[in-house]
């Protein structure tokens, strides 16, 4: 081979390049994983288009979402504050805000805070997560407390589900108040809380005891 046949250009057809020697695949199979390129990146983008426009709605009326929530738990209280087979009275229902109105204020906080921040400090993304998850089981902690007022007679018919909610609940109250102790000082408040649950947990294990061993 000659220096100047070295380096001239070759010119021939795609459709003459033998199939087994190329990686390349039919027409209509390019066109097919072209189209499904485009229909993935077409379906995330409509996912967090979505996601964004939900998030804004709650910044939007995340006051009128926590004002309906309050109206519902205060009417929940009114209705259940009464001993099977008597009237309301007001001494039931200040018995019962005592306590879970402390635990539904930790959540309804929770809810705010997780509403309210739109991102997390980029160089500081790991304290910054830290303190986010310690604010999910925080939330879920209170979540469990409140709970346990509808489903009193559930929990303690059934010995074994009574410890696990119990004990659920206290080690995602402690968990949660560790991840705010390790979180990002602007985003640890709320995680922070969670420590108030704990009392409120203890009293509601003494009150099953109770329920339970009459």
């Given at each position: 081979?000659?220096?100047?046949?070295y380096?001239?250009?070759?010119?021939?057809?795609?459709?003459?390049i033998?199939?087994?020697?190329?990686?390349?695949p039919?027409?209509p199979?390019?066109?097919?994983v072209q189209?499904?390129?485009?229909?993935?990146a077409?379906?995330?983008?409509?996912a967090?288009?979505?996601?964004?426009?939900?998030?804004?709605?709650?910044?939007?009326?995340?006051g009128?979402?926590?004002?309906?929530?309050?109206?519902?738990?205060?009417?929940y209280?009114?209705?259940e504050?009464h001993t099977?087979?008597?009237a309301?009275?007001?001494?039931?229902?200040?018995?019962?805000l005592?306590?879970?109105?402390?635990?539904f204020?930790?959540f309804?906080?929770?809810?705010w805070?997780?509403?309210?921040?739109?991102?997390?400090a980029?160089e500081?993304?790991?304290?910054?997560?830290?303190?986010?998850?310690?604010l999910?089981?925080?939330?879920?902690?209170?979540?469990?407390?409140?709970?346990?007022?509808?489903?009193?007679?559930?929990?303690?018919?059934h010995e074994?589900?009574?410890?696990?909610?119990?004990?659920?609940?206290?080690l995602?109250?402690?968990?949660?108040?560790?991840?705010g102790?390790?979180g990002a000082?602007r985003?640890?408040?709320a995680?922070?809380?969670?420590?108030?649950?704990?009392?409120?947990w203890?009293?509601?294990?003494?009150?099953?005891?109770?329920?339970?061993?009459?």
């Amino acid at each position: 081979m000659s220096e100047k046949s070295y380096g001239k250009r070759v010119e021939m057809p795609v459709d003459s390049i033998s199939k087994a020697h190329t990686w390349l695949p039919d027409g209509p199979l390019a066109c097919g994983v072209q189209n499904c390129g485009c229909k993935q990146a077409s379906g995330a983008h409509s996912a967090v288009a979505q996601d964004a426009k939900m998030e804004i709605w709650l910044r939007r009326h995340r006051g009128l979402l926590v004002a309906a929530l309050a109206v519902a738990f205060l009417g929940y209280l009114v209705w259940e504050a009464h001993t099977p087979g008597e009237a309301r009275t007001m001494p039931d229902f200040l018995f019962l805000l005592a306590l879970t109105g402390v635990p539904f204020l930790i959540f309804l906080y929770n809810l705010w805070s997780r509403i309210t921040w739109s991102e997390v400090a980029a160089e500081d993304s790991r304290r910054s997560g830290l303190a986010i998850q310690g604010l999910a089981l925080g939330g879920a902690s209170a979540a469990m407390l409140i709970l346990l007022l509808p489903l009193w007679s559930f929990v303690i018919e059934h010995e074994k589900v009574a410890v696990f909610w119990v004990g659920a609940g206290v080690l995602m109250a402690a968990a949660a108040t560790v991840c705010g102790i390790a979180g990002a000082p602007r985003l640890r408040r709320a995680a922070l809380l969670s420590v108030i649950l704990l009392p409120f947990w203890l009293f509601a294990a003494g009150l099953l005891l109770k329920a339970v061993m009459d």
